[in-house]
């Protein structure tokens, strides 16, 4: 089964990790051409040259709420469970940014309360742009600070309910 | 013509007159899948007829004379009758003799006569022939006589019928009945109460309303064949859209080294925007908590004098409702500002909406209605009976129980409990003790 998750992942705020994806989103994931043809056998490390290749963020799109490449990424580090390590080397590099919010998405959701502000809270002062898919499929432009903000305050982004999270 | 068939047709003649002139009864039933009796008849006549016409034809020859023998004589279907009738004949003919005897009432004379039937099966054409002439012949003076009393105009007519068909005696009978048929005299009926002209016009009129039917279903087709159209297009326009959708990626150019001065002076705004919004947070907890701490602190005369200076802010005015109005809950869920300004699940127009205000319905003024319908589903099957509690409270108000008058107080006065003010509990002292232990 491609969409089970890793049998020796650890469960994540007492479920399993794919969870943390609401039921729709997930199913319109698995039936997502991306999520077939890309995520397939993916492991730590080639998700990385995935992850590299994206251009833009955001949820699901469009009439059919087709979701984005970067949510079928997240739902494949859901799914395969990558150490914290690899999670804060994606958050700590420099190059691509997008490799970047994808790290600190998935530490947010899967992160406690004080890794997520110890590593997030940095990323304050990146101010490189973004372009985020609307609901609409059009994109806008936004900033890693605005996501990493949105991250951090409220508690929906990108079509996923966030974890509770206590203020700082 | 032997003598057995000369009886046979005296009996005929008998039976004739006790059946009233209704001939040689047979029993015409109709089988289905074999040629009915008049067909064999109207075959007989038919050859009856050639041969009048070979006469004819040999007197004056026409044109159409060779071909119409080839014709005759190529029908395949005539030559398939003239075959079956010449195999079935005997049978037929058995089949409606044994009808015929189930009718007879069985005397001695027709018990001969059915002797003589049997005989007769064995007779050859020449004695039916025979038979059927004389009783054309009959016929025919009959009619002659009669037709000596009609019109001679008539008469010929009559012959000619005569010659043509073979059993013109119900014709001849249906006549003599036509001329005793008394003429009904002409009368004169004006022109607007005529049935013929209301009827035209009512044909007019329907087909005028059939017409205008046609146009007005032609227009509604159009009609709709316009909506399907921009329904059609506007649909191609949402796919356009929807593909398009992918193809945008350029709209929004995410160059870092471009213009990065203005991306930091954009970013310092955000910053100091996120440091201010934490900043007033913090304080406003910070005025919370010191606010609570100084109430607890106070004692119960200050807490009150407190109050007093200032007020809670009025709950909101109730509404005067309409007559009858329908009340509606607002429901019960995210009424109440978001206690956490980053939550999504925040605050929306809707809730504050006065959700007293008449609706539907409601708008109209109830209390101009007939009295029956002012109950709750008028005309429906889950309708009351009644308009609202006030109307069907028979309480009197005239008894000084109801009065609070000095005699009432009185009477409180004396009730237990009346009298202490009612003091805030002090709880159990087995939980104090339980929770300083």
């Given at each position: 089964?491609?969409?089970?998750t890793?049998?020796?992942a650890?469960s994540?705020h007492?479920?399993?990790?794919?969870?943390l994806v609401?039921?729709?989103v997930r199913?319109?994931?698995?039936?997502n051409t991306y999520?077939?043809?890309q995520?397939?056998?993916l492991?730590?490390?080639?998700?990385?040259?995935?992850?590299?290749?994206?251009?833009?963020?955001?949820?699901?799109?469009?009439?059919?709420r087709?979701?984005?490449?970067?949510?079928?990424?997240?739902m494949?580090?859901?799914?395969?469970?990558?150490?914290?390590?690899?999670?804060?080397?994606?958050?700590?590099?420099?190059?691509?940014?997008?490799v970047?919010?994808l790290?600190?998405?998935y530490?947010?959701?899967?992160?406690?309360v004080?890794?997520?502000?110890?590593y997030l809270?940095?990323?304050?002062?990146?101010?490189?742009?973004?372009?985020e898919?609307?609901?609409?499929?059009?994109?806008?432009?936004t900033?890693v600070?605005?996501v990493?903000d949105q991250?951090?305050?409220t508690?929906?982004?990108c079509?996923?309910a966030?974890?509770?999270?206590?203020?700082? | 013509?032997s003598v057995?068939?000369?009886?046979?047709?005296?009996?005929?003649?008998?039976?004739?007159?006790?059946?009233?002139?209704?001939g040689?009864?047979?029993v015409?039933?109709y089988?289905?899948?074999?040629?009915?009796e008049?067909?064999?008849e109207?075959?007989?006549?038919?050859?009856?007829?050639?041969?009048?016409?070979?006469?004819?034809?040999?007197?004056?020859?026409?044109?159409?004379?060779?071909?119409?023998?080839?014709?005759?004589k190529?029908?395949?279907?005539?030559?398939?009758?003239a075959?079956?009738?010449?195999e079935?004949?005997?049978?037929v003919r058995?089949?409606h003799r044994?009808?015929?005897?189930?009718?007879?009432?069985?005397?001695?004379?027709?018990?001969?006569?059915r002797?003589?039937?049997?005989?007769?099966?064995?007779?050859?054409?020449?004695a039916?022939?025979?038979?059927?002439?004389?009783?054309?012949?009959?016929?025919l003076?009959r009619?002659?006589?009669?037709?000596?009393?009609?019109?001679p105009?008539v008469?010929?007519e009559?012959?000619?019928?005569?010659?043509?068909?073979?059993?013109?005696?119900?014709?001849?009978?249906?006549?003599?009945?036509?001329?005793?048929?008394?003429m009904?005299?002409?009368?004169?009926?004006?022109?607007?109460?005529?049935d013929?002209?209301?009827e035209?016009?009512?044909?007019?009129e329907e087909?005028?309303?059939?017409?205008?039917?046609?146009?007005?279903?032609?227009?509604?087709?159009?009609?709709?064949t316009?909506q399907?159209?921009?329904?059609?297009?506007?649909?191609?326009?949402?796919?356009?859209?929807?593909l398009?959708?992918?193809a945008?990626?350029?709209?929004?150019d995410?160059?870092?080294e471009?213009?990065?001065?203005?991306?930091?002076?954009s970013?310092k705004?955000?910053?100091?925007?996120?440091?201010?919004r934490?900043?007033?947070?913090?304080?406003?907890?910070?005025?919370e908590?010191?606010?609570?701490?100084?109430?607890?602190?106070?004692?119960?005369?200050?807490?009150?004098?407190?109050e007093r200076?200032?007020?809670?802010?009025l709950?909101q005015?109730?509404?005067k409702?309409?007559?009858?109005?329908?009340y509606?809950?607002?429901?019960?869920f995210?009424?109440?500002?978001?206690?956490?300004?980053?939550?999504?699940a925040g605050?929306?127009?809707?809730y504050?909406?006065?959700?007293?205000?008449p609706?539907g319905?409601?708008?109209?003024d109830?209390?101009i209605?007939?009295k029956?319908?002012?109950?709750?589903h008028?005309g429906?099957?889950?309708?009351?009976?009644?308009?609202?509690?006030v109307?069907?409270d028979?309480?009197?108000?005239?008894?000084?129980?109801?009065?609070?008058g000095?005699?009432r107080?009185?009477?409180?006065?004396?009730?237990?409990?009346?009298?202490?003010?009612?003091?805030?509990?002090?709880?159990?002292?087995k939980?104090?003790?339980?929770?300083s232990?």
């Amino acid at each position: 089964m491609a969409n089970r998750t890793d049998p020796t992942a650890k469960s994540i705020h007492g479920t399993n990790p794919q969870n943390l994806v609401e039921k729709i989103v997930r199913s319109k994931i698995y039936q997502n051409t991306y999520w077939k043809e890309q995520c397939f056998g993916l492991t730590a490390e080639t998700l990385v040259d995935k992850a590299m290749e994206l251009d833009h963020l955001g949820g699901t799109f469009g009439g059919n709420r087709k979701p984005t490449p970067f949510l079928c990424l997240v739902m494949k580090m859901l799914q395969i469970q990558p150490e914290k390590e690899i999670v804060v080397e994606f958050i700590k590099n420099e190059d691509y940014k997008y490799v970047r919010i994808l790290g600190a998405f998935y530490l947010r959701l899967t992160g406690s309360v004080t890794d997520v502000y110890q590593y997030l809270e940095p990323l304050y002062n990146d101010y490189r742009k973004l372009r985020e898919k609307l609901s609409d499929g059009k994109y806008s432009l936004t900033h890693v600070d605005e996501v990493i903000d949105q991250l951090l305050t409220t508690d929906y982004s990108c079509d996923i309910a966030l974890p509770r999270i206590q203020k700082r | 013509m032997s003598v057995t068939a000369g009886v046979s047709d005296a009996v005929i003649a008998i039976r004739d007159k006790l059946r009233g002139k209704i001939g040689q009864t047979k029993v015409k039933r109709y089988w289905p899948g074999k040629a009915p009796e008049w067909a064999d008849e109207a075959e007989e006549d038919a050859e009856f007829k050639t041969a009048r016409a070979a006469a004819l034809e040999k007197a004056f020859p026409i044109h159409e004379d060779s071909s119409a023998n080839l014709s005759r004589k190529d029908d395949r279907r005539l030559r398939r009758l003239a075959e079956l009738r010449a195999e079935n004949k005997e049978e037929v003919r058995a089949d409606h003799r044994r009808i015929r005897q189930a009718e007879i009432i069985s005397t001695i004379e027709e018990e001969s006569s059915r002797q003589d039937g049997l005989d007769l099966e064995e007779e050859d054409e020449d004695a039916l022939e025979e038979r059927r002439r004389r009783i054309r012949e009959k016929l025919l003076q009959r009619e002659q006589e009669e037709a000596a009393t009609a019109l001679p105009t008539v008469e010929e007519e009559e012959e000619i019928e005569e010659e043509e068909e073979e059993e013109s005696e119900y014709e001849t009978d249906s006549e003599e009945e036509q001329m005793g048929i008394a003429m009904v005299k002409p009368v004169f009926i004006p022109k607007s109460q005529r049935d013929t002209i209301a009827e035209r016009e009512r044909l007019e009129e329907e087909e005028r309303r059939l017409e205008e039917l046609a146009k007005r279903r032609l227009e509604e087709r159009k009609v709709e064949t316009k909506q399907i159209v921009v329904e059609e297009i506007r649909k191609d326009e949402q796919i356009q859209k929807n593909l398009e959708a992918d193809a945008d990626i350029a709209d929004v150019d995410t160059d870092d080294e471009l213009n990065e001065a203005d991306e930091y002076e954009s970013w310092k705004v955000r910053e100091i925007a996120r440091i201010k919004r934490e900043r007033d947070d913090r304080e406003a907890r910070l005025r919370e908590k010191e606010e609570i701490e100084k109430l607890r602190n106070m004692t119960e005369e200050e807490r009150r004098e407190l109050e007093r200076k200032n007020p809670k802010p009025l709950p909101q005015t109730k509404q005067k409702w309409k007559f009858m109005q329908k009340y509606f809950h607002k429901g019960a869920f995210f009424q109440s500002d978001a206690d956490d300004h980053a939550t999504t699940a925040g605050t929306d127009t809707i809730y504050k909406r006065d959700f007293s205000s008449p609706t539907g319905e409601d708008k109209m003024d109830k209390t101009i209605l007939p009295k029956v319908m002012q109950v709750k589903h008028f005309g429906r099957s889950g309708r009351t009976k009644w308009t609202h509690l006030v109307q069907e409270d028979t309480t009197d108000w005239n008894t000084p129980w109801t009065a609070n008058g000095p005699l009432r107080a009185k009477y409180n006065a004396k009730m237990a409990g009346m009298n202490a003010p009612i003091e805030k509990p002090k709880g159990s002292r087995k939980l104090k003790d339980w929770e300083s232990s």
